[in-house]
């Protein structure tokens, strides 16, 4: 099984509207991380978001914003107000929390392919 | 303060050429990471490195790819007698410490696209 699922190969969204980018999660780990990363057509990954397993809040960086439902083993990216240097890929990761390692990988998602158009 | 720096950042090779990725991590952080990303594929780990120490390796393929984390100069991951698979796009991240989270995020370089032609 996939530890991470990003359902949403691509997605359309008008500038200013917010849009939701899809992940879902697999882990038999009580204590992980969930990270968002874009990617621009230019290549470099960024660094977005993250949320710790065991925090009561949903994160939220400017835009973005991640909503978390540790139930349902999913970490949507919610990005407000979307801009056209918005269009990007977008990866979720997860760091897992394996006693005596491990706690240092990432493991990443195929991607969302965001358009934001005029 | 200078992000992950990665060269070169595209690179052309023959099939069964060397390749040498080098990254030189952010100020302050002595940790390494190197991840492949495949056409339309999310990032793989590869390799963790410490100075002068591999942590963990597991994500390398066995034979042809080395990657090391000198006391001094920059990471460097070596792919030798290089194959037409081999063409990916290689990214350096680093962080602060071992344990990644709030605080301790892991930043990636621009990426190392290799082309074996």
């Known amino acids: 099984a996939q530890k991470i699922t990003q359902t949403q190969p691509g997605m359309f969204v008008q500038e200013k509207e917010a849009v939701t980018l899809d992940c879902t999660y697999d882990?038999?780990?009580?204590?992980?991380?969930l990270f968002w990363y874009k990617q621009p057509s230019s290549g470099e990954m960024i660094f977005l978001i993250y949320?710790?397993?065991?925090?009561?809040q949903n994160a939220t960086e400017g835009r973005y914003s991640l909503n978390f439902q540790k139930a349902r083993k999913s970490a949507n990216l919610v990005i407000s107000a979307s801009q056209l240097g918005d269009s990007a890929m977008y990866f979720c990761a997860m760091r897992e929390g394996k006693s005596g390692g491990s706690n240092y990988k990432l493991t990443f998602g195929k991607g969302t392919l965001l358009t934001v158009n005029p | 303060n200078a992000g992950v720096m990665q060269n070169p950042r595209h690179l052309v090779r023959r099939r069964g050429q060397e390749a040498r990725l080098r990254c030189s991590p952010m100020?302050?952080?002595?940790?390494v990471y190197w991840y492949r990303q495949l056409p339309e594929e999310g990032l793989k780990f590869m390799v963790y490195?410490?100075?002068?120490?591999?942590?963990?390796e597991s994500g390398m393929p066995k034979e042809r790819f080395s990657a090391e984390f000198p006391k001094e100069g920059p990471s460097i991951l070596r792919i030798q007698q290089v194959v037409r698979g081999d063409s990916a796009a290689y990214f350096c991240a680093s962080s602060p410490q071992m344990k990644l989270g709030i605080g301790n995020t892991i930043y990636f370089g621009e990426g190392s696209w290799l082309t074996v032609v």
């Open positions: 882990t038999s780990d009580q204590s992980y991380g």
């Open positions: 490195l410490q100075k002068e120490n591999i942590i963990d």
């Open positions: 949320q710790g397993s065991y925090d009561e």
């Open positions: 100020k302050g952080h002595s940790h």
